[in-house]
């Protein structure tokens, strides 16, 4: 290789790298923005961030990618498209969801695209129901079959595109992992301040105590006797410094945000997690099992759940205009 071919090579590596390194910093400055900027007080955060933040949005990027789609989503194909036909009960909720939803609808009217990529997401629920069924030649009644319904369906992140859809989601994955840092941090945070709180305000009563103690009332009194509810103060005092002490230095402040945040990127896996979910359901919203399953149409979803607290199926769906603005 030619001595400028070397050249020409380093210099596009060295530009790729800066391009690189600028995103990174654009989206930690986006993330934190819109969870704690208090943390751009800590020197030399965006460094300390920067290892941790390439390792969640790869994570990330991994995840997001297996999602299934896009698939065009429109009421006129209800009856047409097995996947419309399965996620939702009728054409009617097809429309009313595209055009109630108002993130959509904003994003048609600002940027005046023709079509859409979003999220469509929906919480899937199954239950046992009793039909009949064919055994060999002969129809059994009452057996049990499992029925597959969607509701609570909702339409996140449109873009105009499907590569910029999914950075968007990317991007919303890395804000669910900050907030849960921003959640165990405020956590701390507000009761190491109750905490505080009560501590000045036993200090307060027992300094008057004291006061008292050493002014007039002893010179006319005597010595008093012990108060009760000072020993009780007393001894709540030394309860909640014990509390105290048992949190770790600097905990709920700037720094210990950063601590919390770096600890969760590093385990993005532990925070929001992804399945691919594989089903035939026939016309009906009946699961088909591998005997029945040419009567069934199959079905590719993805299951995103933020463990203990949301699990919902999703694919991407193309969206035209028309269906929302209509």
């Excluded at 339409?155 to 590569?163: L, T």
Aim: glycine content about 6%; aromatic content about 6%.
């Amino acid at each position: 290789m030619r001595i400028k071919d070397r050249w020409n090579q380093s210099r596009e590596m060295k530009k790729r790298k800066r391009k690189k390194d600028d995103t990174i910093v654009e989206w930690i400055d986006r993330m934190l923005q819109e969870s704690d900027p208090s943390i751009r007080k800590v020197p030399g955060y965006r460094e300390q961030l920067r290892q941790p933040f390439e390792n969640a949005m790869g994570y990330l990027e991994g995840l997001i990618s297996s999602i299934p789609g896009p698939f065009s989503i429109s009421a006129d194909q209800w009856d047409k498209d097995p996947l419309t036909h399965s996620l939702f009960v009728d054409p009617n909720e097809v429309k009313s969801l595209l055009q109630k939803c108002a993130e959509l609808k904003s994003f048609f009217q600002t940027t005046g695209v023709k079509t859409a990529v979003a999220l469509l997401t929906a919480t899937k629920k199954e239950r046992t129901i009793f039909g009949t069924g064919m055994e060999g030649e002969i129809i059994r009644r009452d057996v049990p079959q499992v029925a597959v319904e969607f509701y609570d369906h909702r339409v996140v992140a449109p873009a105009a595109s499907e590569d910029e859809n999914r950075q968007e989601l990317v991007h919303r994955g890395l804000y669910v992992l900050a907030s849960n840092a921003l959640e165990e941090f405020m956590r701390i945070k507000s009761l190491i301040e109750e905490l505080n709180g009560e501590r000045r305000i036993l200090d307060y009563k027992l300094k008057i105590h004291t006061t008292r103690e050493r002014g007039i009332q002893r010179l006319l009194a005597g010595s008093l006797e012990p108060d009760s509810e000072i020993e009780q103060a007393r001894q709540l005092l030394g309860e909640i410094d014990k509390q105290l002490m048992e949190f770790e230095q600097g905990s709920g402040t700037p720094k210990d945000f950063l601590r919390k945040l770096e600890k969760i990127l590093f385990s993005a896996g532990n925070f929001l997690t992804e399945k691919a979910i594989t089903m035939r359901l026939d016309w009906m919203g009946i699961k088909q099992d591998d005997v029945s399953a040419e009567s069934g149409n199959e079905i590719n979803l993805a299951e995103l759940e933020i463990p203990d607290r949301a699990k919902r199926v999703a694919v991407l769906a193309s969206i035209d205009a028309g269906e929302c603005l209509s």
